[in-house]
């Protein structure tokens, strides 16, 4: 079963609305279940995956949790905003929408004029990337399946994910879908000296390629293929090869007109292969017509579930709703929906830092953390850091903006004005403080599993480049349309450059921001499982110490009642021969510890209150060994207490101050040593001195 046809089978929320109870509770199950799949459910590899089995094991392993109950809260929200959204279509199917379908169609009809098909542009993606370099300094693991990540799986090989097994994935989780998973550390260093390789590849075949993450770039290859008379196939697959030449590690690329359609490509054939899609408006529409709307670069969860509600599962589904798209969801939702349906997307592509910033930020999660100077040494560092990413992209902040996650998952955001930008740590840490006690003054006692610090309304803090003459220097740009109708989608930089905008910008920040609280929330799952097995392993832990204790008084009863140690009778049945001798359930007494004693060097039960019992019980027997071997006795009356003969010598000795003979004290010795011959078979005839040390 395909990721799609999970979608449609879990989620059961159509036009009509359940009837009865029974079925919304049903509905809100499985929509709940859906929901915990996770951001990367449309990720390659996992098609012969059977989604259905995997919501269920996710659903059941996080049941209970915090994060559970945040999730179920969360869908049922958003069940009840698509109640609405459901309830608003109805009202309005009942009135003309003519005028909104007039203008929809004019809409696309602008959209078309500005249909540029004269660039390709190409998206690389490595393959799986943090788990192909692990596998450079491992190889035995190529072949079995391997996640990078403790908490939260960031990738995992392709043997992995027929598991169900992907990035976004608790890793408790993961591990109940493949026992076997190897779960390996992050290692950065490595992650971005093997990106390097891979991206002096691609400057190779546009200078000016736009880096999207650290194992993603789109380039736009027009002039490349152009200048080398070479096919857009020809040139992506020379450059898949060079990348695996130089950097030993396999990518997969989508070849289109636009970025939108070629981000959608590259995982079409993964893992190291690559799709196009032709410089054809046909074939364009074609192409989109059957696509779910989840493989959209920008449609989440959310959306998603929204657009499913009023009938749009692909995106061809969206032209027949057209009229109602903007009363729905709004303009922008409206504009984005439509160039999507006709394939439109960005021709042009420039180096990441080219764009304008909005925000700079930085946020950690950690384990549960209330105490005021532990949070304050947080809040600290968090400064700290937000210094050095301010200082890194070349930002001061007007606005700064607290944000804290409590650990019922609520997240609260305060923010404040400083009265002039800052960027530096104490600044920084200066004007969040007050917030943050304010924060702590009305959630008394609250304790924390987020903290984070963002800079908006940014002024720049980079030094212009001025020629001979003093005037700014405008930046080359290699990929530019000329030909392209802007149709009110170009912005102007601070170098004069007018550039491409559209709204689809929006919503993949939307979507990044919700990929990201998604992983947020899911390393904290993870943190909640792991104190909560803690806790189960400290509990029995304490068990296993009690129960122990209460057998070694048990025993310690036994031994002041009868003022003997309470071993078996076996070990009080006479000397031990020099080899080692073997009783009836042997095997059930290897498995219990054994130490042995110093001076007769027989196995005893390990018990320290038991064991120096016995060692004193032996140190106080030799007075009686003394007197024995002060007697003379013939070597036919030298046998053990167990012998054949059981003939024993009469001699007088003092026994714990207490006047006995030795043939009294070895009355029953003759018994039990009959027994004991009878166990040890012909080794019970060996003689040896009675009371002689053990050899």
Avoid at 53 to 64: F, H, L, Q, R, T
Avoid at 135 to 148: N, W
Avoid at 532 to 557: G, P, V, Y
């Amino acid at each position: 079963m395909t990721a799609d046809d999970t979608s449609r089978a879990i989620t059961k929320h159509g036009a009509e609305p359940p009837k009865s109870k029974e079925e919304v509770a049903v509905a809100e199950h499985d929509t709940l279940k859906y929901h915990l799949l996770g951001p990367s459910l449309t990720k390659a590899g996992q098609d012969s995956v059977n989604q259905q089995k995997v919501s269920e094991i996710i659903y059941n392993a996080s049941k209970g949790s915090k994060f559970f109950n945040h999730e179920e809260v969360r869908d049922k929200n958003l069940t009840q905003k698509i109640e609405k959204i459901l309830g608003r279509k109805r009202q309005l199917e009942r009135i003309d929408l003519a005028s909104d379908l007039r203008r929809a169609d004019e809409y696309i009809a602008e959209l078309e004029l500005s249909r540029d098909l004269s660039q390709t542009v190409v998206h690389v993606d490595c393959d799986a990337f943090y788990a192909a370099v692990e596998e450079l300094d491992r190889p035995e693991l190529k072949h079995v399946p391997m996640a990078v990540g403790k908490g939260v799986l960031t990738t995992c090989n392709y043997h992995a994910r027929k598991f169900g097994c992907r990035s976004g994935m608790a890793g408790f989780v993961a591990m109940k879908l493949c026992p076997h998973l190897v779960c390996l550390p992050l290692n950065f260093e490595k992650y971005t000296a093997k990106a390097k390789e891979v991206r002096e590849v691609l400057s190779e075949y546009d200078a000016r390629f736009q880096s999207a993450s650290m194992d993603e770039a789109y380039l736009n290859i027009t002039q490349y293929c152009e200048a080398h008379d070479m096919s857009p196939d020809d040139a992506v697959s020379q450059l898949r090869n060079q990348v695996f030449e130089k950097a030993k590690i396999t990518v997969s690329a989508g070849i289109a007109p636009n970025a939108r359609i070629a981000k959608i490509c590259s995982n079409r054939n993964k893992p190291n292969g690559q799709f196009r899609v032709a410089s054809d408006r046909a074939t364009i529409l074609a192409f989109m017509r059957d696509l779910p709307t989840r493989k959209v670069n920008g449609v989440g969860r959310v959306f998603e579930r929204e657009l499913d509600a009023i009938g749009v599962k692909t995106c061809g589904d969206t032209y027949a709703q057209r009229a109602y798209l903007s009363k729905l969801f709004g303009e922008k939702a409206f504009q984005f929906l439509m160039q999507v349906y006709l394939g439109l997307g960005h021709t042009s592509v420039r180096p990441a830092e080219e764009y304008e910033r909005k925000s700079v930020g930085t946020e950690s999660t950690f384990r549960e953390m209330s105490g005021a100077e532990e949070l304050r040494a947080k809040l600290r560092w968090i400064a700290e850091e937000l210094e050095k990413d301010l200082a890194r992209t070349q930002h001061k902040g007007r606005t700064l903006v607290l944000k804290i996650k409590l650990h019922t998952y609520e997240v609260l955001t305060r923010q404040v004005v400083p009265p002039k930008a800052v960027s530096a740590a104490d600044d920084l840490y200066t004007y969040a403080l007050p917030m943050f006690q304010k924060l702590e003054r009305e959630r008394s006692g609250m304790r924390l599993r987020l903290m984070g610090l963002r800079c908006t309304h940014l002024v720049s803090t980079k030094k212009e480049d001025v020629d001979f003459f003093g005037l700014k220097c405008p930046l080359s740009s290699t990929n530019n349309n000329n030909n392209s109708s802007t149709l009110n989608r170009t912005e102007t930089d601070e170098n004069g450059h007018e550039w491409e905008v559209w709204p689809e910008d929006e919503f993949e920040a939307a979507a990044r921001e919700e990929r990201q609280e998604e992983v947020s929330q899911l390393e904290q799952l993870s943190q909640e499982y792991d104190e909560q097995r803690s806790s189960q392993i400290d509990q029995s832990a304490t068990r296993s110490q009690k129960k122990a204790s209460e057998e070694a008084d048990r025993r310690l009863r036994r031994e002041r009642e009868t003022d003997i140690p309470a071993y078996p009778k076996k070990e009080y049945r006479g000397p031990d021969t020099s080899k080692p001798t073997p009783t009836p359930g042997g095997a059930e007494k290897e498995k219990e510890q054994i130490w042995h004693c110093p001076i007769c060097s027989r196995p005893q039960i390990a018990s320290d209150r038991g064991f120096n019992e016995h060692v004193d019980f032996c140190l106080s027997r030799q007075t009686i060994k003394e007197a024995v071997d002060e007697a003379p006795v013939d070597d036919e009356n030298r046998n053990d207490g167990d012998g054949s003969n059981g003939k024993i010598v009469q001699k007088t000795g003092t026994w714990f101050g207490t006047t006995s003979t030795a043939s009294t004290g070895r009355g029953k010795a003759k018994a039990r040593g009959k027994r004991k011959h009878e166990a040890r078979g012909e080794e019970g005839r060996a003689k040896r001195p009675f009371f002689s040390p053990a050899s």
